[in-house]
């Protein structure tokens, strides 16, 4: 099977501007969660899809939006970039709506905003 | 916010030796579950353990777990060059229905 792939990898925005990033999950898994990962505040949740509906979202700014297709792929949108928002974004997949359970996560994005 | 605290926060050991981290959480669990990434990259699933048990093992890996004291701690025997990562506890977060993970330690085995 298939692991969660991200895409890009890797992203260079500037200031100000906005980014999508892509996630799709493994064959079968229908939550997709999404966490930003920074040297200074560590592993943060941002937000979390199931079939498609918003479940849970961490304590993001509403910059940060995502959505769930009908295929379980995910994306998430970080409007007016700042430089705080570089980080590695990071996607995991798991079977059931269920944080508790086992997670599966992708290699992530990571984007410089300069 | 973060739930969890490691300890230590960076540890380097010999290859061969044994490698202790541990890990502090703050609220009431149903488990536990350790992860592992290696630089810049994904986590990785390691073990997971119910707050009904108080010890779990997986290959070199054993994973004990003390609810009276909100910690538990991750035991690598045998260590690797290739066990070099940096290592996660996670708990959920019974709000957000979402994980929390600690801050995390960075463990280094020398060759």
């Known amino acids: 099977k298939a692991g969660v792939t991200q895409t890009p990898r890797y992203l260079i925005k500037t200031r100000g501007q906005q980014v999508t990033l892509s996630c799709s999950p493994i064959?079968?898994?229908?939550?997709v969660s999404w966490y930003q990962q920074t040297p200074g505040q560590g592993l943060q949740f941002l937000f979390e899809?199931?079939?498609?509906?918003?479940?849970n979202k961490g304590n993001f700014p509403g910059r940060f939006s995502g959505r769930q297709f009908s295929n379980s792929r995910s994306e998430m949108n970080v409007s007016t970039l700042e430089l705080g928002d570089s980080a590695l974004y990071l996607c995991?997949?798991?079977?059931?709506?269920?944080?508790?359970?086992?997670?599966?996560f992708g290699p992530g994005t990571r984007l410089t905003v300069t | 916010s973060q739930q969890g605290e490691e300890d230590p926060q960076a540890l380097s050991i010999q290859e061969g030796e044994n490698a202790t981290m541990n890990c502090s959480y703050k609220?009431?669990?149903?488990?536990l579950q350790w992860y592992r990434q290696n630089s810049g990259r994904g986590l990785v699933h390691l073990i997971l353990?119910?707050?009904?048990?108080r010890e779990k093992h997986s290959g070199r890996l054993r994973v004990t777990l003390d609810t009276s004291k909100k910690s538990s701690s991750l035991l690598i025997t045998a260590s690797r060059a290739a066990d070099t990562a940096s290592y996660f506890c996670?708990?959920?977060?019974?709000?957000?229905?979402?994980?929390?993970f600690g801050s995390g330690t960075r463990l280094q085995v020398q060759p």
């Open positions: 995991a997949s798991s079977l059931v709506a269920d944080a508790s359970y086992e997670q599966y």
């Open positions: 064959s079968g898994h229908r939550s």
């Open positions: 899809y199931f079939s498609e509906t918003q479940r």
């Open positions: 609220t009431s669990i149903n488990n």
């Open positions: 353990i119910r707050s009904n048990e």
């Open positions: 996670a708990t959920l977060d019974t709000g957000r229905r979402a994980l929390t």
